[in-house]
Structures are given as C-alpha cells and as structure tokens.
C-alpha cells in the first residue's frame, strides 16, 4: 500500500520549545517536501529535498530547517517554535525531482505553538 | 507578489451544472500545470495536469485548458456531482534550474455542489 505518513497528526507546543515533525514514504520516491498551509493561502513550500542530504529552500524557509538520512524519511525541525508557526504541515513525495512528477500528499500535521 | 492566483476563493453550482475554475500565473518559465483537490481534513490529491506543449488535456468530466499567452489555465468540470464539493488547488511548475520539482500553489477555491 503505497502512502505519505506524518507523526504526529497533532500537536501543542509551548513558544520557545522545539519541535520535530516526521515524514516516511514507502514508495522509494527521489523527492520529498514539506508545505504549511493557512487559511486563504493554500500550500506555500517551506523546503525541498532531491535525495539524501540534498536540500533546497522553499519559498518560506526561515524559522525552519530540514533532515534527510534516508530517502524514505524526511523531517521538519522547528528550533523555537513561535506562535507564528501554528499551521497545517503537510509533507508529500514524488518519483523524481522533475516538475512533471505528480505530487502525493500526507495526511498533514496540525500543529498549535501557544 | 502572488505567482499564482485563483481569481474565485469560492463557487457554488448545482448539480448537473458545468463549471470553471479560473488560475492566472506570472512566470513565463511555468512549463507544467496542474489542479489538485482536498477535502476537508484530508489531504491534497492530483486530479489532472498538462504541459505547456498542448493546450488542453481531458479526462472523463475533467478538462484543463492551457492559455499560455495569456497566461492563464482552467479547470472545466462537467455534470457536477455532489462529490465534487472540496478546495479545487491550481499549481504551476518550472523544469529549470533551481526551480527543477517545485510547484507554486494557488490560494484554492471552494467548491460547493448542492443536490
């Protein structure tokens, strides 16, 4: 059964505290992603990785930094959560790094920064 | 400013009807197009996509129509169903450089499908 999975699909943290969200795919897909989404601005990219330890900035990378040791795992690191960052994080892979290659998604991860 | 812009956050149609979903984008480079759909509480899944060397691509009540001069593509459906009610998210991509894998979303438009 090919799929993304996210850990964990929620969570609460406190400002100043660190956090660490989880991605797998089992479809030994090259490329891997990690998007927030808010309310009324879609999907915006926060980082890219074409393999392992091969990553590249999104459109909003600050406050944000990213693992790749295997290719089917991908993790998203907040040093210092801020308020700011309370989002839905989804995280999706794809077979290779070409633009052409669909995209598939993961269940997301709620995240609340109080 | 917004590469990516879906001109309607939201839609609603009756069932049976056709509609269209509208996406305008800035970048020239953009060379593949896409819509994706999501439910709520769930996650984003691709629905239909074209490159830029046909102007449009059909499947089943889903066609996407490219106009690439006017940089602008869109998302027929035809005989609405009650099950196409979700977030309808454009995408546009660039096979160049550093931009090789991305994808730049749209902000969605609701679609709302009433019996």
């Known amino acids: 059964d090919m799929k993304v999975t996210q850990m964990p699909r929620y969570l609460i943290k406190r400002m100043g505290e660190n956090v660490l969200l989880e991605c797998g795919q089992d479809?030994?897909?090259?490329?891997m992603y990690w998007y927030r989404q808010d309310p009324g601005l879609g999907l915006q990219l926060i980082y890219i990785?074409?393999?392992?330890?091969?990553?590249s900035e999104g459109d909003i990378p600050k406050g944000y930094r990213v693992s790749r040791k295997k290719r089917e795992h991908f993790s998203l690191i907040l040093d210092s959560a801020k308020t700011n960052q309370t989002s839905v994080y989804f995280c999706a892979s794809s077979l290779s790094g070409l633009g052409y290659a669909e995209q598939f998604f993961g269940p997301g991860t709620r995240l609340t920064v109080l | 400013g917004q590469q990516v812009k879906q001109s309607s956050p939201s839609l609603t149609v009756q069932e049976g009807g056709i509609l269209i979903l509208n996406c305008d984008y800035e970048?020239?480079?953009?060379?593949?197009f896409a819509w994706y759909k999501k439910y709520p509480d769930n996650s984003p899944t691709l629905l239909i996509s074209v490159r830029s060397n046909v102007d449009k691509r059909e499947d089943g009540r889903f066609t996407v129509f490219l106009n690439k001069s006017g940089k602008h593509f869109s998302l027929h459906i035809t005989a609405s169903q009650p099950e196409d009610t979700a977030v309808y998210l454009c995408a546009a991509g660039a096979n160049t450089g550093a931009n090789t894998g991305k994808l730049t979303f749209g902000h969605g438009t609701i679609l709302r499908v009433h019996p």
């Open positions: 970048n020239d480079m953009f060379d593949y």
């Open positions: 479809m030994s897909h090259e490329t």
């Open positions: 990785s074409y393999d392992v330890d091969s990553n």
